[in-house]
């Protein structure tokens, strides 16, 4: 079933149970000969579905830019392939992604509205010109000159040159960068706005944790060219769970836990009380087995993780 949406700027409306809005199938890609080889991309699959905020995680070097400029055509994968809403990638699938992939380059004499128009003449769209002027936020500013424009400006109104052309998903390659605060939240209003309200399909790629948690649906964990973790992000946070139970004598909970439960080496001591990673489904049979068993608890609480933990338990095999 289709999800029509409010959009005054996308071309093409949800389809969950569509293909999906890009696959990546066994993708890889090295660098270099000899002794300097570089496996930047090691049979990489990955499949983001349409109407989401995607986000690709991954430390500086896990291959994150190489999967983009294949995406865009800017690099060839040694094997694999790329699809686009289910077909295998050309340059006509390509031009249906309006690509951020380096800080976009304006002339700065122009105005916001001016580059818009300009564009929007080459597509025969100009239609669209005030509708995109305000989803990117710049109406008030859409006659002052480029010049002026702060970076953040700029990225959206990058965000915007893309929009003119209809596409049906938007790639950005770190978003944020270099932004100051109030232009970080904008810019992940306007991430918000576009999948959600335009159903477009946004894939970005973010070293920064906190980011990747605020702004995406799901996100793909990258390390060393290969994916180490890929889902729903309140899924992994769900996941990756702790239950925290306070209680006055920990190390006695502790012992306890071992023989009631079984969960002794799923448990640890904190201050005043103990962790016991559990799935979420359990907490209840396991509070009940503890007050069954007189224990006496003055706390008990699901603690979530955030996704640097999730990050850090997932890459830490690959980093010993
Ligand atoms: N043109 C190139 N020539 C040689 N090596 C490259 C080239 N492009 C990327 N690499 C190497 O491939 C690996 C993956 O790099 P890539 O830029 O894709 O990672 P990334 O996750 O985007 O990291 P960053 O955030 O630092 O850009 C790194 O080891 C990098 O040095």
């Avoid at 060839?76 to 992939?101: C, K, N």
Wanted: aromatic content about 4%; overall charge negative; glycine content about 12%.
């Amino acid at each position: 079933m289709s999800v029509q949406t409010q959009s005054v700027v996308a071309r093409r409306s949800v389809d969950p149970g569509g293909a999906a809005a890009i696959a990546f199938m066994s993708v890889s890609k090295g660098f270099g000969h000899g002794g300097g080889a570089v496996q930047a991309l090691d049979g990489l699959s990955l499949s983001i579905p349409q109407g989401v905020v995607y986000g690709l995680l991954g430390p500086n070097g896990a291959g994150k830019s190489t999967l983009l400029r294949i995406l865009a055509g800017l690099l060839r994968p040694d094997r694999g392939e790329v699809q686009i809403f289910g077909e295998t990638a050309t340059a006509t699938h390509r031009s249906r992604l309006g690509m951020l992939i380096e800080t976009p380059s304006f002339y700065p004499f122009l105005t916001a509205r001016e580059h818009l128009q300009m564009l929007a003449r080459a597509t025969g769209t100009s239609a669209l010109v005030e509708p995109v002027l305000r989803r990117i936020g710049l109406e008030k500013a859409a006659d002052k000159a480029v010049s002026g424009f702060s970076l953040g400006m700029k990225q959206r109104l990058g965000i915007g040159c893309a929009l003119i052309g209809q596409p049906e998903a938007i790639i950005l390659d770190e978003p944020t960068n270099g932004l100051d605060p109030d232009g970080i939240l904008e810019m992940r209003a306007l991430i918000h706005e576009l999948a959600h309200r335009d159903g477009l399909t946004v894939l970005l790629s973010s070293h920064l944790l906190d980011e990747v948690e605020r702004v995406c649906d799901r996100v793909a964990i990258l390390q060393r060219g290969v994916l180490v973790a890929e889902g729903a992000v309140a899924d992994l946070l769900d996941r990756d769970g702790r239950f925290w139970l306070k209680v006055e004598a920990p190390e006695a909970l502790l012992a306890r836990l071992g023989e009631l439960a079984r969960l002794g080496e799923k448990a640890e001591p904190g201050e005043g009380g103990v962790y016991v990673r559990i799935e979420r489904a359990e907490v209840p049979d396991l509070i009940l087995s503890l007050a069954n068993a007189g224990v006496r608890i003055h706390e008990a609480k699901w603690i979530k993780p955030d996704l640097e933990t999730v990050f850090l338990s997932e890459t830490r095999e690959a980093r010993s």
